[in-house]
């Protein structure tokens, strides 16, 4: 008689059959962490990523391909700096690591660079547990390159590789996080580097989960190394980023995160992703999984095309923006907000409502002016935010 399936095995076979037939799992990176985690009421992605689906793949197959990839000349570039970075067992990252984060320690001189290869991710991410530990209890200047961590999200583990994580002397772990756009007279792209902060808060909570199995637990350093070419040469510049609020908002927002074990539960039976099925049958598996789709998502998520299509069709609001959204309250679709500003439904009462009834008697109010007291006045293009004020003084602006 068979053994019982546990509760993580049956949740990996269901999770397999999402994917379907043959079909590999593609590895949930801490890029796509972090985009999930901004957008945390999204069940679509949240099962997609923890089913290990190919959004890539799928998107050209619902007809909606995105735009998304590296190209081969920034992807070969970028292994280059590393390689030149971690050189000569990674001298050159150990000295970065000292001299922004640990100046106070001693030189690092040659660290050590244990071996971390082992048998598949699960494997990999036990070699690196234990590598932690022994560097930890050995004390001296300890290079971890491109290490496997393991995090769990929504009852999914996720195995996630940065690029290197170096101890301390002192027994702290920090994340090092290597990137291939330059550091100009000593500061990047801002936009760039809240990526890369954002990133690297997902390494930082994998490494206190290892963190917190140890007796005592090592400190995980909330400030990370970000290491970037310096202005248009192949040499290396580093800065230290402090990554508390990047961590502490991936982590709120992971813990939001439905289960995925819960969203597959509620697939009709027989649902599957698999690119190779029909563009019918996928649509209609893809659309029974719930999308919170808003225009943050076209720097996100390879689905972002299809979602946005589906979503002016529906004509929710959340298309035109997150922002927007939030200020019309229980008004969820252009129709119900149309319908409020011409005062064929909603509460009076409501805020949202009586912005809109004005906002719209306004406008009215500005054609009429132009219509038949000034013809060559031009009409304002939207209404101003004083125009919602209760006083009515505003008026006179839009004249």
Known sequence: MPLPRTRGTALRQRLAELRGPGVPAKALDARALAALATNPGCDRRALLDGAGVDKARLAGALGAPSAFGQSQFAFMRGNAFE????????????????????????????????????????????RTALALREATVAGGWTLLDHPMLALDVAGSAAFLEPDAVVVHPDGGWTVVEIKSFPMLDGSADPAKVGAAARQSAVYVLA?????????????????????????????????????????????????????????????????????????????????????????????????????????????????????????????????????????????????????????????????????????????????????????????????
């Open 83 to 126: 390689a030149r970075v971690k050189a000569d067992g990674g001298a050159e990252l150990l000295r970065l690591v000292h001299e922004k984060l640990d100046p106070g320690a001693e030189p690092p001189g040659s660290g050590a660079v244990p071996d971390l290869s082992a048998v598949g991710p699960e494997g990999r991410a036990a």
């Open 207 to 399: 490494l206190e989960e290892v963190a917190a199995r140890l007796d005592p637990a090592p400190e995980v350093r909330h400030r990370v190394l970000l290491v970037c070419p310096k202005d248009f040469s192949n040499l290396p510049a580093a800065s230290a980023v402090d990554v508390r609020k990047q961590r502490a908002v991936t982590r709120r927002q992971l813990a939001r995160l439905t289960r995925v074990e819960d969203i597959a539960a509620a697939l009709p039976e027989g649902s599957r992703f698999s690119p190779d099925l029909p563009a019918e049958e996928l649509i209609t598996a893809v659309e029974a999984v719930p999308a919170t789709y808003a225009p943050e998502c076209l720097s996100a998520c390879e689905l972002a095309f299809h979602c946005r299509a589906r979503s002016r069709a529906g004509g929710a609001v959340t298309s035109l923006g997150r922002s927007l959204r939030a200020e019309l309250g229980g008004l969820t679709t252009v129709t119900e907000v149309l319908a409020a500003a011409h005062g064929e439904a909603g509460d009076p009462t409501d805020p949202a409502v009586a912005a809109l009834r004005r906002a719209a008697e306004l406008r009215t109010e500005a054609l009429a002016t132009r219509a038949f007291g000034d013809p060559g006045g031009s009409v304002p293009a939207r209404v101003p935010a004083a125009a919602t004020s209760e006083d009515g003084r505003e008026a006179s602006a839009c004249r």
